[in-house]
Each structure stands twice: as structure tokens, then as C-alpha cells.
């Protein structure tokens, strides 16, 4: 029989509650934990769902200060203008992962931005190769760029 736990509030040991719990609680979910839909019916693998990876950064700026924020990001590389490689601090299971992206270019007639991934490179599972493109196809560093990816962790 599977036991189930109904609680309102979750507590550390101290007696502290909700969000003032301090940064040192850890509450763990094991990859088969799921959630209600919003209308209930249906449910979600929280593992499955979660961004494994995100980051927000300007393209414009040297590699050291390229990240603006970020989760599961260890470093950035500049390889060349538009063409930038996200080094992961925890690395994929394998390289079907999915990534979703966009960017922006400010004080330019050219609007239209492109962010995909550098051809040469391939998929890998410790960093994702990137490159930023104007509508006339040309390389350019742009400011805004953000990346989203899933997938399975290593």
C-alpha cells in the first residue's frame, strides 16, 4: 500500500515555515513525482518539466562578462562574432535535448535575429554551440540573447 502525506505547511526543524525557510533547507523529489494540472485531470512529471538550463546574456560584452544571469551555466566562450558556446555546469544525459531561444539587436535597421545552433559543432552534452545571425544572414554579437533548454540531466 502507498502511503500519502496531506500536509498544509512544510516546516524545517526550527519551526520556520513557507518561504522564510532559511537557504540551507532542501526539500527532495525522486524523478517519478508529479503534479495536478490546473483543471486536475491530467498530471506532469515535475523532472520531465523543469528547465535543465537557462541563461540570459549580451553577446556584445567579452566572455567573462557575457552572462547577465543564469542556472546550470559553468562558463561562456566567445569564438568569434555571433558565435558563442554555452559550457554547462552539469552536463545532459545525451544530446537529444530540446533549446529554445531568442534575441534582440538594438540601433540596427537588420530586426530580424536569428539564434541557432553552430552547424560545425554538433549537439554535445556539456555545452551548446550558438550562433546569432541578422536577416541578411551575417554574424553579429547582440545584446539579449536568451537560451532555454530540457532535457534529461546526466
Known sequence: M???????TIVDKA???????PNTTT?????TST???EGGDTTTNITQGLAKLWVKLDGTQSAGSMVQD???????TDTSTGRHIINFSNNMNNVH??????????GSDDRAIIVSQEEDDGTD??????????????????????????????
Request: proline share 3%.
Open 2 to 8: 502507498t502511503s500519502q502525506l496531506n500536509v498544509d
Open 15 to 21: 519551526g520556520s515555515s513557507g518561504p522564510s525557510l
Open 27 to 31: 526539500i527532495k523529489i525522486n524523478n
Open 35 to 37: 503534479s495536478l494540472s
Open 70 to 76: 543564469s542556472f546550470n551555466v559553468g562558463s561562456m
Open 97 to 106: 535535448y530540446s533549446y529554445t531561444s531568442m534575441a534582440r539587436q538594438d
Open 125 to 154: 552534452t556539456s555545452n551548446l554551440p550558438i550562433t546569432t545571425q541578422n536577416d541578411g544572414g551575417s554574424y553579429v554579437d547582440t545584446a539579449g540573447i536568451g537560451v532555454t533548454l530540457h532535457g534529461d540531466l546526466a
